[in-house]
C-alpha cells in the first residue's frame, strides 16, 4: 500500500498520477517530447532503453519493467536480450554509440557531477549529435525523477512481469498524453 | 565550459532550456505548479525543499538560485535559507516542515529510502497527503533538474550578486519560458 491515501488502486506512478492531475500534465508531455515525439533522430526504442536503464540502475521495478517492455516492443527483441544490456550494456549486442549513451545515462544517475568529458567525447566520436548527448542526459535525469516518485511513496507494482509485455503495444500506441489512467 | 554547444550563454538551465526549447514548456509548468501552489505547503516551505535537495545534490546554481528565491520571499532573510539549506534540524521553522525536509533528503539519496516512519513521522506534526506527495515530487524533481544542469556542464555564474536579480523575476513572473525568452535580469 502506498504511504498516503491516493483514493485509487492504480499500480506505479498510475496512482500518485491519479491522485494529482495537475503535475500529472506537465509530467506525461516531458515523457512524451523525450521518448515518443518522432522530431528526434534517438529512435524510440533507444530512447525507451535508456529511461529503462536508468529505472534498472535506481532499482525502480515498475519504471524498468513499463519501460523496458516498451524498449522490447520497439527494439523487436525479447525480455532476456533486454535483461543482459541492462545489467552489462559494455558487453551487449547493441551499436557502439548506444552504448555510450548508456555509459552517459549511468553517470546522470549517480550524480551530474560524475560525467567525463571523456564520455561526451567518446559519444561524439561515435557520431552523436549534441542534441542526442542532451536528450540522453535529460532523459536519464527525467527517470532519476519518476523513480523517485513512483518508490518515494511506496507504490504498489504487479510482479508478474509479462503484465508489462502485454500492456507494452497498447501503451505505445497510446503514448504518454491521450490515454486513461484508469485503463 | 558546457560539455555540448548551447548556441547562447544564458546561465544554468536557462542555456539548456534555449537549446531544447521542446522541454522547456513541461518542465517550466512543473516547476510553477511544484514550487508556487499556495495550496497546502507555501511557496518559502517548496522553495526550502529544492534548495535543500539541490545543496544536498552539490548543484551549486540550483541550491543558490532556489535559495535566492526563498530569501527574495522572506524579504531577505539569508541566515534563515543558509540554515535550513545546511542545518534544518536547528532552524527555527516548524517541526512539520523539519519533518518533510528529512523526507526530501531520502528521496534524495534514493525513492526506497523513505521509510513508513518518516511519514508517519511528518503526519504526526500534521503534514497531510498532499503536502507529503509535493515534498517527494519537489525533491524528485530536483533529482532531475540538478543532474540535468550538471551532467551538461551548465555555465555557472560564481559571482552571487547575479542571483538576486533573476531570482526576483521569478517570484514576480513565476517559472515559465519568459526566463528564456526575455531579456536576462541585471543587478
Redesign the interface.
Known amino acids: 500500500m502506498a504511504?498516503?491515501?491516493?483514493g485509487n488502486e492504480l499500480p506505479g506512478i498510475r496512482g500518485?498520477m491519479a491522485?494529482?492531475p495537475?503535475?500529472s500534465?506537465?509530467?506525461n508531455?516531458?515523457a512524451e517530447?523525450?521518448l515518443r515525439?518522432d522530431?528526434n533522430t534517438l529512435s524510440r526504442g533507444d530512447r525507451e532503453l535508456i529511461g529503462a536503464y536508468t529505472s534498472y540502475l535506481?532499482?525502480?521495478f515498475f519504471c524498468q519493467n513499463v519501460h523496458g517492455s516498451l524498449a522490447q516492443h520497439y527494439l523487436q527483441c525479447d525480455m532476456s536480450a533486454l535483461d543482459a544490456i541492462k545489467s552489462d550494456p559494455e558487453a551487449a549486442a547493441i551499436p557502439e554509440k548506444m552504448k555510450a549513451l548508456l555509459s552517459?545515462a549511468a553517470?546522470?544517475q549517480k550524480?551530474?557531477?560524475t560525467?567525463k568529458?571523456e564520455q561526451?567525447e567518446r559519444a561524439r566520436n561515435l557520431g552523436a549529435t549534441?542534441?542526442e548527448?542532451?536528450?540522453t542526459?535529460?532523459i536519464?535525469?527525467?527517470f532519476?525523477?519518476?523513480?523517485?516518485?513512483?518508490?518515494?511513496?511506496?507504490t504498489t507494482a504487479p510482479q508478474d512481469r509479462q503484465f508489462y509485455i502485454n500492456r507494452a503495444p497498447q501503451r505505445a500506441a497510446e503514448g504518454y498524453l491521450d490515454f486513461d489512467l484508469y485503463k | 565550459m558546457p560539455h555540448i554547444d548551447l548556441n547562447n550563454d544564458l546561465p544554468g538551465i536557462r542555456g539548456l532550456l534555449a537549446f531544447r526549447p521542446e522541454v522547456a514548456g513541461p518542465m517550466g509548468e512543473l516547476a510553477n505548479i511544484l514550487l508556487r501552489d499556495t495550496d497546502g505547503l507555501s511557496p518559502v516551505d517548496r522553495e526550502f525543499i529544492a534548495t535543500h535537495v539541490s545543496w544536498l545534490n552539490d548543484c551549486f546554481y540550483c541550491h543558490h538560485s532556489h535559495g535566492a528565491i526563498a530569501c527574495h520571499y522572506l524579504g531577505g532573510e539569508m541566515d534563515l535559507v543558509d540554515q535550513v539549506r545546511n542545518d534544518y534540524l536547528h532552524a527555527p521553522i516548524s517541526e512539520k516542515l523539519k519533518a518533510l525536509l528529512t523526507i526530501a533528503g531520502k528521496v534524495q539519496q534514493a525513492g526506497k529510502a523513505v521509510l513508513p516512519e518518516d511519514v508517519e513521522n511528518a503526519r504526526r506534526h500534521g503534514a497531510t497527503d498532499r503536502d507529503i506527495h509535493d515534498t517527494v515530487l519537489i525533491a524528485a524533481a530536483f533529482c532531475m533538474f540538478n543532474r540535468y544542469v550538471d551532467g551538461l556542464a551548465a555555465t555557472t555564474p560564481t559571482d552571487l550578486s547575479t542571483y538576486g536579480p533573476r531570482a526576483r523575476q521569478v517570484a514576480e513572473k513565476g517559472y515559465g519560458n519568459h526566463i528564456i525568452s526575455e531579456k536576462q535580469p541585471a543587478a
Not at chain 1, 3 to 6: G, M, T, V
Not at chain 1, 144 to 154: A, E, H, K, T, W
Open positions: 504511504y498516503i491515501d491516493l500518485p491522485f494529482s495537475r503535475t500534465k506537465p509530467l508531455e516531458l517530447v523525450l515525439d522530431d535506481n532499482d525502480c552517459i553517470s546522470v550524480g551530474g557531477k560525467m568529458p561526451i549534441d542534441r548527448i542532451h536528450d542526459v535529460l536519464a535525469a527525467a532519476c525523477m519518476y523513480n523517485r516518485y513512483v518508490d518515494g511513496l511506496g
